[in-house]
């Protein structure tokens, strides 16, 4: 007999293969030597079954038929993948021994879990746990196999996990979905994502912008130059900060008060997945997804970076060694300049900001592994990238600074100037040949447009005689508005998911939320991905807009009393407890108890619910032939995505609100129309649009996202008032939109 090892792709088979057995024959659905077969699952071979596998009356979806909780779970395998199936069932009956091969986290675990069930396999099992696929890292976790009882809860969390998703998702999606007669799709970790979506985009349309002051100082002193902001309260009076300018202009003033001290900024920490997607995100525009697969091949295919789905930014006193040695390894690459100015004392098993066990579960962080990267494709290339240089960071210093704080007075009005004078550039040498990366890394947390001062950052040496006069040379009036907050992106969505929607800056309390975020660093990819593939998100460049389908949905959910069903903090909350049944320190029948119980309340709330109108859920079709300036010029020109089985076509852009929802904003302005404005999801439209009514005002114009207040003001005075603008090509503009044409709506700028 021999030993059965099970991994969970081909690729991952081959390796193991090529590194304990490299002689063994390969029989294509399985590699055989002198004591391994070595086989592989594809994905998920099984699966949960189907409401209509416990009883025929489930393939109609029925609300009265609901809740439906099945006493036991039955599976069902993939029918598309029954032959490999077959083949690791034959195999096993020539096996005396198990090893579960599969990726080391909770979906890996969960899928060798779901072979040995319906398989009934009842021999003993060991387990392999790597974090890359190097031959020495796959031969050397051969010779240190573990038990597989020692996995036993994370087997546990893994399929309380699953079943939880199958009772919320099955009852939630069949409840809302028969009731409304509209394909609505409702999950445990989606929902409270659109959620969180929703409610920003609700802030930003209800944000009004405020116009303040603000006044700069340009102060000099001998040689020496520098500026200043106006430390009074926010100014909305131009004429008040005006006079203060007037005040202090060409005045001779005092350094009220001069403080300097040395700070340093170490490098940011090792990458975790969600880290990583993020700033993939943000310097890439890659996607969650993206980023993962890429990942995914990177680990798999070329072997040159550890495993990916990890949700740690630490390593163990083991990876110390292991990251020295690829450290060598990039001696001679394109990084051989920076791997000459490394300092390798500065990693070591002491240093707590890089080696700590304690915040290491299943995977320390991702690192480079010691194998040359050679035929990356060009984005496999830049993420690879982004993964040496924050390793090679590591190996280097702090950067350095002088921080100088001055308050400078002239004629009782104080100053503030922040000068951060650089002495020593540290680790950021890493990135000194890409402009952004190094901006980025030094900005500040706290939102510029809001802040009353601005920290510079100089080169050169910056100093001032605290005993010695200053004269004000010039005093700048600026003019801000104030701000709404910005659109998610997929890398500020996943900041959001990581930390339950939370909005928090603190990194040490960001990691203790990590077991209580929004799914897992596997799953958040394809959360993000399914609220787009059912219709709920859209992508507008990096921004992810809510569809008026997503809006009712959350509404809808929100207008049953099932608020907790919408709560990112009660699903972290329940994600905190499958961490915990994976460490053993919480019962899963207790967590599936809660889950059964709120599975059969969501059904109840929704039976007593009134039924939406179809049109609540519609977006309008293609607008190519309005005319739309800006912005908008580019939603028009998209193509409308299938709607889901129930919905009715529409004709007009902005009759999308959710029932009982809909606000008149003016009457319509087309003269003997009789017809009322009402807000839809990209545009303001007629509620006369059947009979023939083609006035809308586009939500998106010059740059702009209109507010209420704004259109009324249009429909009823014909113009707005004076606005920072944008025209069609981008050129920053100022004045006020008004109506070119009153039968359509199309607007203009008037300066």
Known sequence: MKTLIIAEKPDMGRNIAAAIDPKAKNHRSYIEGEHYIITWAIGHLIGLAEPDAYDDRYKKWNINDLPIIPTQFKLVPNKKTIDQLKVIGDLAKRSNLLVNSCDAGR???????????????????????????????????????????????????ATARSEADWLIGMNGSRAFTTKHNVLLSVGRVQTPVLALIYDRQKQIEAFSSLKFFELEGHFTQMEMSYKGMWQGERATDQAKVEAIAAKVKGKQGRIASYEVKETKEYPFKLYDLTLL???????????????????????????????PRTNSNYV????????????????????????????????????????????????????????????????????????????????YPPAEYKVHTVLTEVENEQFKTTVKELLSLGWKVIYADQKKEKAKSTAKSKDKEDAEEEEIEVNEPFSIQAEENIICSDAIVKEKDTQPPKHYTEGTLLKAMESAGKQIEDE????????????????????IERLKNVGYVEMQGKKIQVTQKGRTAIELIRGAGIDLLTSPEMTGLWERRLNEISRGTAS?????????????????????QSRAAKTSFESEPSAASKGSPGKAAAARTRSAKPKAPGTAKKSAAATEAAPGSITMIASCPRPGCGGSIFMGRKGYGCSHYKEGCKFVIWKESYGRSLTDSQVKALVEKGKTTKLKLELADGTPSEGRIVIRNIDTGELAIEQ
């Not at 943000?282 to 072997?303: I, M, R, W």
């Not at 240093?351 to 320390?364: A, L």
């Not at 960001?510 to 394809?526: C, E, I, N, Q």
């Open 277 to 307: 997607q993020r700033e993939a995100n943000g310097k890439y525009a890659f996607s969650a997804k993206k980023t993962l697969d890429t990942a995914q091949a990177l680990y798999e295919k070329h072997k040159v970076i550890s495993y």
């Open 107 to 157: 979906e890996g675990q969960y899928i060798f879990s779901l072979i040995q069930r319906h398989l009934k396999l009842s021999q003993p099992v060991k387990r392999l746990w790597i974090s890359d696929l190097t031959p020495e890292t796959i031969r050397k976790g051969f010779e240190e196999l573990k038990e597989g009882a020692e996995y036993e809860n994370l087997t546990r969390a």
């Open 316 to 395: 163990t006193e083991q990876n110390i060694p292991e990251m020295h040695k690829t450290l060598n390894a990039l001696q001679g690459t394109v990084y051989d300049e920076l791997v000459k100015g490394a300092n390798r004392s500065l990693v070591h098993k002491g240093n707590k900001f890089i080696c700590n066990p304690t915040k290491v579960e299943d995977h320390h962080a991702i690192l480079p592994t010691n194998r040359k990267a050679n035929g990356l494709s060009p984005d496999e290339q830049k993420l690879y990238d982004l993964i040496v240089r924050r390793f090679l960071s590591q190996f």
């Open 588 to 608: 899963d029948g207790q967590f599936m108890e809660n889950v059964k119980k709120f599975a059969t309340m969501i059904v109840d709330k929704v039976r007593i």
């Open 508 to 527: 040490d309390v960001r990691d203790a939320m990590k077991d209580s975020g929004l799914g897992t660093p596997a799953t958040r990819a394809a959360t």
